[in-house]
């Protein structure tokens, strides 16, 4: 897989171990300024170690950083391989041009080759842009998670499944109507 492709001014680069200095700092201020969660040094770290050729970033022709997605894989419960995407940001001024696209489609792309069989996140009910992104590109809410970030905010959990075993792996639509998660429709 190509780790960098070009669109007009942008640049986008896989993140690797050797640009922590470069863009560590430019990474974290950009996550915080977007999302609710205050993650420390040790979750970056966490995820930029071990799966930094899943994490991908956006460049502008000075190479400003102006988005960000952060991604791991690994067995799930001992079942199928889950790719999860931790994080993703763009600076808001640049909002609105695909940015946040290209970078989730890099990072699926990146869990396809590594034989993900599922893809998991988070977003809170009231980001509807994040929520439309996803379910542009496939993914499905699959929970209801109340009261999940630490500011009190509820968030749906989406899964992309990619294989037919992650489906039939995963919890069943059902499932989440009998304990609860969610409200059955009324014509059930």
């Known amino acids: 897989m190509s780790t960098e492709s070009s669109s007009s001014e942008l640049h986008y680069t896989q993140y690797h ?4 200095s470069t863009y560590l700092a430019a990474i974290r201020q950009l996550i915080s ?14 995820f930029l170690y071990q799966w930094g050729d ?13 988005g960000v997605v ?22 808001e001024e640049h909002r609105g041009r695909g940015i946040a696209t290209k ?12 034989d ?8 809170e009910v009231t980001n509807t842009a994040a929520m439309k992104l996803y379910e542009r590109l496939g993914f499905l809410r699959s929970k209801r998670l109340h009261r999940y ?5 509820t968030a749906f959990r989406f899964v992309l499944y990619l294989k037919e075993n992650a489906v039939t792996a995963g919890l069943r639509y059902e499932d989440q109507y009998e304990n609860g998660e969610a409200e059955l429709p009324p014509s059930a």
């Open 17 to 20: 171990s050797s640009k922590e």
């Open 33 to 46: 300024n977007d999302l609710s969660e205050p993650y420390s040094i040790y979750v970056y770290r966490y």
């Open 54 to 66: 899943l994490c991908f970033m956006t460049l502008d022709s000075e190479d400003n950083l102006l």
């Open 70 to 91: 952060v991604s791991k894989l690994e067995p799930h419960r001992g079942g199928p391989m889950r790719g999860y995407i931790a994080m993703l940001a763009v600076r």
């Open 103 to 114: 970078l989730v489609r890099m990072a699926i792309d990146a869990m396809i080759e590594r």
């Open 116 to 123: 993900a069989d599922e893809i998991a996140l988070e977003t």
């Open 149 to 153: 970030y630490l500011n009190g905010n």
